[in-house]
T-cell receptor
Framework: ELKVEQNPLFLSMQEGKNYTIYCNYSTTSDRLYWYRQDPGKSLESLFV???NGAVKQEGRLMASLDTKARLSTLHITAAVHDLSATYFCAVEGDSNYQLIWGAGTKLIIKP | ETGVTQTPRHLVMGMTNKKSLKCEQHLGHNAMYWYKQSAKKPLELMFV???????ENNSVPSRFSPECPNSSHLFLHLHTLQPEDSALYLC??????????????FGPGTRLLVL
């Protein structure tokens, strides 16, 4: 069974701190997606990682992919309140149009 | 309108009602998706249409019936739903196949409550 596991599922942290969200998956996928969802809103694409060793950064967020370890990380640097959201990772499924999604990591950043 | 729009945003229906959810994408994409998002569960892919043809149907109960009249519009027809069908229903679109690394663009969702 294809699985995507995120860790932690809930994270409360103070502004200014650094933290990492982990995404483990069981497939042999070379591609991994990170999305963000604000409360009551839709999902917004953050990063698409297309190969082993891929690293992408935008602002205080940096995502990386290790396909050999089947692991992606989303690192938050000097967190600010605006980054409070639920973060999802997803990998390719069995078909051309399917992604397997993690359960999401709810991140709360306290001022 | 830009991006992906969905109507209605909220819907309350009884188990004997028939209703429809509408999705429209203004991005010129070729593929459209319906997802179900339930609390504390991963996103569940329900249906995928590519160039107006259904390419995915993930064991969804027949009380959910999709329709894609053209590449910009997608409907989800609902009838005799169950309370456990209450969830956020998300529509998404992509230019092409996800296996090619395409990004999906999501609508705001329809929050459905079945009484």
């Amino acid at each position: 069974e294809l699985k995507v596991e995120q860790n932690p599922l809930f994270l409360s942290m103070q502004e200014g701190k650094n933290y990492t969200i982990y995404c483990n998956y069981s497939t042999t996928s070379d591609r991994l997606y990170w999305y963000r969802q604000d409360p009551g809103k839709s999902l917004e694409s953050l990063f698409v990682l297309l190969s082993n060793g891929a690293v992408k950064q935008e602002g205080r967020l940096m995502a990386s992919l290790d396909t050999k370890a089947r692991l992606s990380t989303l690192h938050i640097t000097a967190a600010v309140h605006d980054l409070s959201a639920t973060y999802f990772c997803a990998v390719e499924g069995d078909s051309n149009y399917q992604l397997i999604w993690g359960a999401g990591t709810k991140l709360i950043i306290k001022p | 309108e830009t991006g992906v729009t969905q109507t209605p945003r909220h819907l309350v229906m009884g188990m004997t009602n028939k209703k429809s959810l509408k999705c429209e994408q203004h991005l010129g994409h070729n593929a459209m998706y319906w997802y179900k998002q339930s609390a504390k569960k991963p996103l569940e892919l329900m249906f995928v249409y590519s160039l107006e043809e259904r390419v995915e149907n993930n064991s969804v109960p027949s009380r959910f019936s999709p329709e894609c009249p053209n590449s910009s519009h997608l409907f989800l027809h609902l009838h005799t739903l169950q309370p456990e069908d209450s969830a956020l229903y998300l529509c998404a679109s992509s230019q092409g196949q996800l296996i090619a690394g395409e990004t999906q663009y999501f609508g705001p969702g329809t929050r459905l409550l079945v009484l």
